[in-house]
């Protein structure tokens, strides 16, 4: 039987159609010894694509062509007839990684091509060989090196890697990268959203370096039966037949093997009794190493199981409730630009372990950064993690299902070492339709089948009716059957006419013996307005009201094992447009885009304080 990361690769070598990832998945590449070139770049705006082709769709002309290895000054110069209309080594600067739109003030609302360029030295050693890896760009990628392109990436929160080995020379280096926010029927998220579309290179660079042969991937858990369990990966023409190691020191674990004919490997061995098992209470990380063909592969893993039973969600095989909040990749401060530092992630997730007395976050709603992602480790937060399967899918389209399939790979591929994360979600908020349910189901056997160590989810929308005279709300989703935590978005006294008074009475149909989180509910609140007399919407007033009345109504459903509340903070997001309240933000943060704590944030911290005094069924 094949491992669960030999079946994993073979998924993502199905699709094709990604040049990056088919050459290696380079896990923990954010970990690796590496030269970053994070810092200034030049950038360029391409509105009509100029660079892209001509105006009759032919290849650009020379006068165009911004991926090129050319110092445009210098053949200017020695040309006078020479016409460019580009020059990257002269275009205006940015500190990457950040999105465009805070560029310059022109570029706020920029939707579309920019060019970005620098140069670098390098200094590759004989026999090895090198690799850029990309955090990620949104959405799309065209990467070129030395006026080479190398290769391609569709999806805007996901990494890839690219190898450059043949193409990379000792000392100065020109890249260039294509960055293209445009959405479109068929990319993921679709066209329509309720968040910023942060354009350009949003997450780090890196220049990598390994062996000819290299430990590529490992995959290192605690099985449910109390095992340390690896499946590994080599990559290179010496993959075969290649010793291998497991090594976590604080544990005096070493774990040895040999690789297969295809350079993999699988191997368990039983948890030593002084293992601490990861925890919010405890959230303890062991460094573990992966060695092989003279390479090693470190990361720093913390060991749990997460299980469901009935209605219960189990941590470590004991009962939790998830006292959670829903956060969007977006720093805090008055011009956000998608420049997760582990400072920043640290200010946002320290405010829902320390202040919000949260044990749990949903990171919505696309794969966060690989920063956010180890400081929920450090700080031992409960993570569920999305794809951007989001209202408008294409879901007929046989084309998106493969991206989506891709996406969905490359999020667990990467991630799959986190002890934090707990739950895969595949989509958001979809109406049922028998091309949804396929699209849906087939994304649900994907992590099934790869990570099965982990629960599946969705947020779910649902239906209402009226019973006895009190508004009761029903879930009647196919996906209920394939999921394991069945999650359901509600706004009822938001974005329904019931009046705060009657939300606490509204009851829940949930047929299913599976535990319930409510995913989402909140209200806007502009920071700062209060009118106690009406407590109108869009007030301070109102938040608390509306948020105190649906902990109530949460209170009486006794499947709940959960929440995230909608959202920590305040986020950019252009359909929201009411000059006075909104201005571009959606307001339903607990805290302000700066930080500025409204009334609500206590309702929901003293709640979690009680919660977490209790000890759950």
């Not at 997730?349 to 480790?377: C, I, Q």
């Not at 949460?554 to 359909?575: I, N, Q």
């Not at 009411?578 to 929901?604: D, Y």
Request: charge should be negative; proline fraction near 6%.
């Amino acid at each position: 039987m094949r491992s669960a990361l030999a079946r994993l690769a073979a998924l993502l070598l199905a699709f094709g159609g990604v040049q990056a990832c088919e050459a290696a998945i380079l896990a923990a590449g954010d970990l690796r010894p590496a030269l970053s070139l994070d810092g200034p770049w030049h950038y360029s705006v391409d509105p009509y694509r100029d660079g892209q082709a001509g105006f009759h769709g032919e290849e650009p002309g020379r006068s165009s062509r911004r991926y090129a290895d050319v110092d445009v000054e210098a053949a200017m110069k020695a040309n006078p007839t020479a016409l460019y209309e580009y020059d990257m080594d002269q275009s205006p600067v940015a500190q990457l990684p950040q999105s465009w739109l805070t560029h310059a003030p022109e570029m706020r609302y920029y939707q579309g091509l920019v060019w970005y360029e620098r140069k670098f030295d390098a200094h590759p050693k004989p026999g090895m060989r090198q690799f850029l890896r990309f955090g990620a760009v949104n959405y799309r990628a065209t990467v070129w090196l030395n006026g080479k392109q190398v290769g391609t990436h569709e999806g805007g929160f996901t990494p890839f890697a690219i190898e450059v080995t043949d193409t990379l020379r000792p000392g100065e280096n020109r890249i260039v990268v294509a960055a293209d926010s445009q959405a479109s029927e068929t990319s993921i998220p679709p066209s329509v959203t309720d968040w910023e579309n942060y354009g350009g290179i949003t997450r780090s660079v890196r220049l990598i370096e390994v062996p000819a042969t290299f430990v590529d991937d490992a995959w290192v858990r605690l099985t449910a039966d109390g095992r340390i369990a690896v499946d590994a990966k080599l990559d290179g023409a010496g993959a075969a037949g290649r010793p291998i190691s497991l090594r976590i020191p604080e544990l005096h674990l070493t774990l040895s093997g040999k690789t297969d004919a295809d350079g993999r490997w699988s191997g368990s061995i039983a948890a030593p009794h002084g293992l601490r098992r990861w925890s919010p209470e405890t959230p303890k990380l062991y460094d573990v190493t992966v060695a092989s063909a003279g390479d090693t592969l470190g990361d720093t893993i913390g060991f749990r199981t997460i299980t469901t039973r009935g209605t219960r969600i189990l941590l470590n095989g004991k009962p939790i409730y998830l006292r959670g909040i829903s956060v969007h990749e977006e720093e805090i401060g008055p011009n956000p630009t998608r420049a997760i530092t582990p400072e920043a992630a640290h200010q946002l997730l320290s405010v829902v372990k320390d202040e919000l007395h949260g044990n749990f976050v949903r990171l919505a709603h696309y794969p966060h950064s690989e920063v956010m992602t180890r400081e929920a480790d450090r700080l031992g937060l409960l993570v569920w993690s999305e794809i951007p399967i989001y209202w408008r899918v294409a879901f007929d389209n046989p084309d998106v299902l493969e991206k989506a399939r891709h996406m969905l790979t490359e999020e667990i591929m990467r991630d799959r070492n986190r002890a934090a994360i707990i739950i895969w979600s595949i989509a958001n908020e979809t109406p049922v339709s028998d091309a949804r349910n396929h699209f849906l189901f087939t994304l649900a056997d994907d992590v099934h089948r790869i990570d099965p160590s982990r629960l599946l989810s969705a947020a779910l929308l649902n239906g209402r009716g009226t019973v006895d005279g009190h508004a009761e709300m029903m879930l009647n989703d196919p996906l209920v059957a394939k999921v394991d935590v069945v999650a359901i978005n509600t706004y009822n006294g938001w974005y329904t006419d019931d009046k705060l008074a009657d939300v606490p009475n509204i009851t829940w149909r949930v047929p299913t013996d599976k535990p319930l989180v409510f995913s989402e509910f909140g209200a806007d609140a502009k920071a700062g307005f209060r009118d106690p007399r009406t407590i109108r919407k869009e007030s301070e007033d109102y938040q608390t009201a509306y948020l105190q009345a649906t902990l109530k109504m949460a209170d009486k459903v006794p499947e709940l094992t959960g929440m995230s509340p909608w959202v920590l903070k305040d986020f950019r997001s252009p359909r929201r447009q009411h000059p006075v309240f909104e201005q571009g933000w959606n307001r339903k943060g607990l805290i302000s885009e700066t930080g500025e704590h409204k009334q609500a944030f206590a309702v929901l911290a003293d709640y979690y304080a009680k919660k977490a005094a209790e000890t759950p069924r």
